[in-house]
């Protein structure tokens, strides 16, 4: 029925689109808004608020988002996420809602226009939306943006492919080089869709993921190549591994 509505009648539709548009965003701005009313007394209530209106309670990638604003322990933040994600898991929406309530700035980069346009009313001013590729904006982040520490960097960019997942995870490691230079002690690096085994696997590129694992001795994921890398590292801890992974510089 949308196809055959969008064929016929393509003003009509477009239209009817916008408004649908409109008041998704009207609403998602009164939850927000109600949400700081109540405000967040810890980093497990700001948790447990973004997963049950934003997300899912159980959804695999939670316990390392959990374990990542834990140990920032409700003090200001930077933080520099790579991917901005205005669905799903909403994380630019969390990082904001972190950096909102406990101080810090939070910058979010994709090649999209698309999340950014969707968020820009929706973030605060300490929420800065960019545009451009994640590797050139994390290089650039002292000259251009004044950044020169940062205490998470969440890395999502790059969606990861099960039947060519290579790319995804080299433009994962790409972008680990290029944050080393603004890390310290105590900067946490979370990094989306590194499945620690099989039982982490999402069923729909299950068999994609045992062939690539029988082919290179690893799972594939998008921090596939910076778990390697980091095995070889001193000074770098690992605090979660499920779906997702949490690094810690020490």
């Known amino acids: 029925?949308?196809?055959?509505?969008?064929?016929?009648?393509?003003?009509?539709?477009?239209?009817?689109s916008a408004c649908r548009g409109t008041a998704q965003r009207t609403r998602d701005r009164w939850i927000a808004w109600r949400m700081r009313r109540d405000g967040f007394s810890s980093t497990e209530h700001l948790i447990e608020a973004h997963f049950r209106t934003w997300s899912a309670p159980d959804t695999p990638t939670r316990p390392g988002f959990a374990a990542a604003l834990t140990r920032l322990g409700g003090k200001p933040a930077t933080i520099v996420e790579t991917g901005t994600s205005a669905w799903g898991v909403d994380s630019t929406r969390l990082w904001d809602e972190y950096v909102r309530a406990f101080g810090g700035s939070c910058w979010s980069v994709d090649l999209r226009p698309e999340p950014g346009r969707r968020?820009?009313?929706?973030?605060?001013?300490?929420?800065?939306?960019?545009?451009?590729?994640?590797?050139?904006?994390?290089?650039?982040?002292?000259?251009?943006?004044?950044?020169?520490s940062v205490d998470l960097f969440y890395l999502d960019s790059f969606d990861l492919d099960p039947e060519d997942p290579m790319p995804s995870a080299e433009h994962?490691?790409?972008e680990w080089e290029a944050l080393l230079p603004y890390t310290s002690t105590g900067t946490l690096v979370l990094v989306d869709d590194t499945p620690l085994d099989l039982e982490?696997?999402?069923?729909?590129?299950?068999?994609?993921?045992?062939?690539?694992?029988?082919?290179?001795?690893?799972l594939p994921g998008k921090g596939a190549l910076i778990e390697q890398a980091v095995a070889s590292l001193d000074g770098v801890t690992k605090i979660w591994h499920g779906y997702n992974v949490l690094y810690r510089f020490e």
């Not at 509505?5 to 239209?15: A, E, K, L, N």
């Open 1 to 16: 029925m949308k196809n055959w509505v969008r064929s016929r009648f393509p003003r009509t539709f477009s239209i009817l």
């Open 119 to 148: 968020l820009r009313r929706a973030v605060s001013e300490r929420t800065h939306l960019c545009l451009g590729d994640s590797v050139e904006f994390i290089e650039g982040l002292a000259a251009r943006r004044g950044v020169t």
């Open 172 to 174: 994962g490691l790409r």
């Open 200 to 218: 982490w696997v999402p069923g729909w590129w299950g068999d994609a993921a045992v062939q690539f694992r029988d082919r290179t001795g690893f």
